[in-house]
């Protein structure tokens, strides 16, 4: 099986310390300095998360730009595409855990892929991502999804500088953070040029302040990638 059949198998790729090891230090700083109470946010945010304002900060577009997950991003979208959104995420001590979920493609399946950056090391104490591998393609006729079943769930567990990219139909959730450490990450959306005109229609609902006219081509970036452990 090619890298490039695994990913679109699995809905998914874990791209270990693909964020400079030298950059990580600013990074969490840029975090912590851009948190914002749910009440300073247009929409409320969850109460046992912390969110982070963030998006205009030159290092976190940096992360966003890395060739690999561009490459990735392009694959799973299969056509021109643009960044939409970061924002920062992180679990509050005694928060975090969500339902299994999906948060759903908006015009065909594809059309938008996430990355999650990790800054800090994550796993199963702090709140670390579940996803369960291949969910975002069901096989014709096959029942709904039980979105209560976690049997077919993986928690994901690695370091700080790893990036999740993934598509947006794949089930996955946060955990709960039952430790209280820090587990920084910034969450990544690419969407498809052809929802760029609904993106702008929700940006100040959204609180995107970076600017959006960049636009990315799946072939710029190729596929050399390792299949996801």
Same mark, same amino acid.
């Given at each position: 099986?090619?890298?490039? #059949?695994?990913?679109?198998?699995?809905?998914?790729?874990?791209?270990?310390?693909?964020?400079?090891?030298?950059?990580?230090?600013? $990074?969490?700083?840029?975090?912590?300095?851009?948190?914002?109470?749910?009440?300073?946010?247009? /929409?409320?945010?969850?109460?046992?998360?912390?969110?982070? $304002?963030? #998006?205009? #900060?030159a290092k976190v577009q940096a992360v966003c730009r890395l060739p690999q997950v561009l490459a990735v991003?392009?694959?799973?979208?299969?056509?021109?595409?643009? $960044?939409?959104?970061?924002?920062?995420?992180?679990?509050?001590?005694?928060?975090?855990?969500?339902?299994?979920?999906? #948060?759903?493609?908006?015009?065909?399946?594809?059309?938008?892929?996430?990355?999650?950056?990790?800054?800090?090391?994550?796993?199963?104490?702090?709140?670390?991502?579940?996803? /369960?591998?291949?969910?975002?393609?069901?096989?014709?006729?096959?029942?709904?999804?039980?979105?209560?079943?976690?049997?077919?769930?993986?928690?994901?567990?690695?370091?700080?500088?790893?990036?999740? /990219?993934?598509?947006?139909?794949? /089930?996955?959730?946060?955990?709960?953070?039952?430790?209280?450490?820090?587990?920084?990450?910034?969450?990544?959306?690419?969407?498809?040029?052809?929802?760029?005109?609904?993106?702008?229609?929700?940006?100040?609902?959204?609180?995107?302040?970076?600017?959006?006219?960049?636009?990315?081509?799946?072939?710029?970036?190729?596929?050399?990638?390792?299949?996801?452990?």
């Amino acid at each position: 099986m090619t890298d490039r #059949d695994q990913l679109h198998r699995n809905g998914y790729a874990l791209l270990r310390q693909a964020i400079p090891t030298e950059w990580l230090e600013d $990074l969490r700083a840029v975090f912590d300095a851009g948190v914002r109470p749910s009440d300073q946010w247009p /929409v409320p945010r969850g109460m046992d998360w912390r969110h982070s $304002l963030l #998006d205009d #900060d030159a290092k976190v577009q940096a992360v966003c730009r890395l060739p690999q997950v561009l490459a990735v991003a392009g694959e799973l979208i299969e056509e021109r595409f643009f $960044l939409s959104q970061v924002e920062g995420r992180e679990p509050l001590a005694g928060g975090g855990r969500q339902p299994l979920h999906r #948060d759903l493609s908006a015009q065909r399946p594809g059309d938008i892929a996430m990355a999650l950056a990790f800054f800090d090391d994550y796993g199963p104490e702090n709140g670390a991502t579940r996803i /369960v591998p291949g969910s975002h393609r069901p096989e014709p006729g096959a029942p709904p999804f039980d979105f209560t079943n976690e049997s077919r769930s993986v928690q994901l567990s690695g370091c700080a500088g790893d990036i999740l /990219v993934f598509d947006v139909d794949l /089930v996955h959730a946060g955990s709960l953070n039952s430790v209280g450490s820090r587990r920084r990450s910034i969450l990544i959306s690419y969407f498809s040029e052809q929802l760029y005109a609904s993106h702008l229609e929700t940006v100040g609902l959204r609180n995107v302040r970076m600017a959006t006219s960049e636009r990315f081509e799946p072939l710029d970036f190729g596929f050399g990638l390792r299949s996801p452990r």
